[in-house]
């Protein structure tokens, strides 16, 4: 069932009415005093079109365009959904010729069927806000009109941009971004964190004491997320975006499995078969140093009274590069329906949400962070440290690969990698086998079942 149905503004039908007939009065008077000629039916006669710019005074303020209505749905959580209505309201306040129309959706699925429904009749919102898995479960269907003028795409965080569109065309713009993995430190008992791997295995060294349950640094290595970001540490990947096809087997992944070889195995000096809800415990009460988490447990860390702080990944070990976590994202689709005068509202309220000033009001307000890879250099920004450290790692990450794809690539590294661990392959040969399993997953040749927890 559709949530709540919330809408900016009361239509007033008599009022379009008088409008409608004043404007209409207006420009017939207006074309008979001034005898104006269309000049590509009429040629060379009447005005040029710059003479008839500079006696109109320019372009057409808002105030004297016509009144467009347009739909938006969403899915968001209430945060996001309160500051979406603040934002429509404000923007409608700016720009009164526009109404915009808001329906809310308990979840994502519910409002792709009936978007996709609707729109294949002809019908449909003219803008849709989501999570960047729309993209893949829409564009099928034909129902998403192809982004091409509306966005500047390099003023957007690449992990975002890459993951816009399908098969070369964009369908999404970027408006919001969050679930990512960063480093989170204990400020109580480490000054700065270290900048690379080699650091870190040299603090855990200085402050490892595994019988009072001490520890420089945990890794989550059960789950797959927190070990793809160190395949973009060697400078390779998981995927190609623009053909979806797996890209695993590469030296990156060997090197990845060297790595945790290395500080599972020759140093020791983290345990394996420890589970994120014992890590986040042992973070909260002091005895983990430094983890890696997502982004999203800021505000958890600091009801429970610790002082954090948050920083990139650090290098990856043996490299130059730093690790580059996935990340997601809400962005705008626009219905392939919408044209005309809803097409350019629609395209005003996209650019007045990616201004600085609603970018900044979110961030405020919401537990998700700006699209704008430049809008670090704000004062606000800046003057906060949590998140604006947050921010550089988030300009590091790389996109996250659509639900059904990233599903298989976390279950084959899962497993292979407890076989690095427990000494049952080798590096080199998992990378192979994690590529192989990927493979087969995907084409339901094996089955591989997923880990509790997984995302």
């Known amino acids: 069932m559709v949530g709540n149905m919330l809408k900016g503004k009361s239509r007033a039908p008599v009022r379009l009415i008088i409008m409608s007939i004043a404007l209409s009065l207006f420009f017939l008077l207006n074309s008979t005093a001034c005898n104006l000629i269309n000049p590509q039916a009429e040629g060379d006669m009447g005005k040029a079109e710059e003479e008839v710019a500079e006696e109109g005074n320019g372009e057409i303020t808002a105030s004297e365009k016509l009144p467009t209505w347009i739909t938006l749905w969403d899915c968001l959580d209430p945060k996001e959904r309160f500051a979406l209505m603040e934002s429509v309201d404000n923007f409608m306040a700016e720009y009164d010729h526009i109404d915009i129309e808001i329906r809310h959706f308990r979840n994502q699925e519910e409002l792709e069927d009936q978007f996709e429904a609707a729109s294949l009749a002809g019908a449909g919102p003219e803008v849709l806000l ?15 009109k192809e982004i091409v003028d509306e966005a500047d795409y390099s003023l957007f965080l690449e992990g975002l941009a890459e993951t816009s569109g399908d098969n070369g065309k964009n369908y999404i713009i970027p408006f919001r971004s969050f679930d990512f993995l960063a480093l989170f430190y204990n400020k109580d008992l480490i000054d700065k964190p270290p900048m690379d791997f080699e650091g870190v295995v040299e603090y855990c060294n200085e402050v490892n004491n595994f019988n009072k349950g001490v520890y420089g640094f945990l890794l989550n290595a059960n789950e797959a997320d927190w070990i793809i970001p160190f395949i973009g540490g060697y400078e390779d990947w998981i995927v190609d975006y623009s053909s979806g096809s797996l890209t695993l087997a590469n030296q990156a992944t060997q090197k990845t499995m060297e790595f945790l070889d290395y500080i599972y195995n020759e140093e020791k000096i983290l345990y394996y078969d420890i589970e994120y809800s014992e890590i986040n415990e042992l ?32 290098r990856a070990w043996q490299s130059n590069k730093y690790p580059t976590p996935l990340i997601s994202g809400l962005g705008f689709m626009i219905n392939v329906n919408c044209y005309g005068s809803e097409l350019e509202a629609v395209n005003e309220f996209i650019q007045y949400m990616l201004t600085e000033e609603v970018q900044i009001g979110w961030t405020s307000n919401t537990d998700t962070f700006p699209v704008l890879k430049n809008i670090d250099g704000d004062e606000v920004i800046r003057n906060d440290d949590i998140v604006y450290n947050a921010f550089q790692q988030a300009k590091m990450c790389r996109g996250k690969p659509h639900e059904e794809l990233i599903r298989v690539i976390r279950a084959a590294i899962r497993d292979n990698v ?13 990378a192979l086998k994690i590529q192989e399993d990927a493979l087969g997953l995907r084409s339901g040749a094996i089955f591989v079942e997923e880990a509790d927890g997984t995302e």
């Not at 993209?135 to 129902?143: A, D, I, S, Y």
């Not at 392959?425 to 998992?430: G, N, Q, R, S, V």
């Open 130 to 144: 989501l999570d960047f898995d729309g993209v893949q479960r829409l564009v099928p269907g034909n129902v998403l």
């Open 283 to 314: 973070f909260k009460n002091g005895n983990a140093h430094m983890i890696i988490d997502n982004i999203r447990s800021i505000k958890e860390y600091q009801e429970a009274g610790l002082n954090i702080g948050v920083a990139k990944i650090p």
């Open 418 to 430: 407890k076989s690095v661990i427990s000494g049952d392959i080798l590096p080199a040969e998992a």
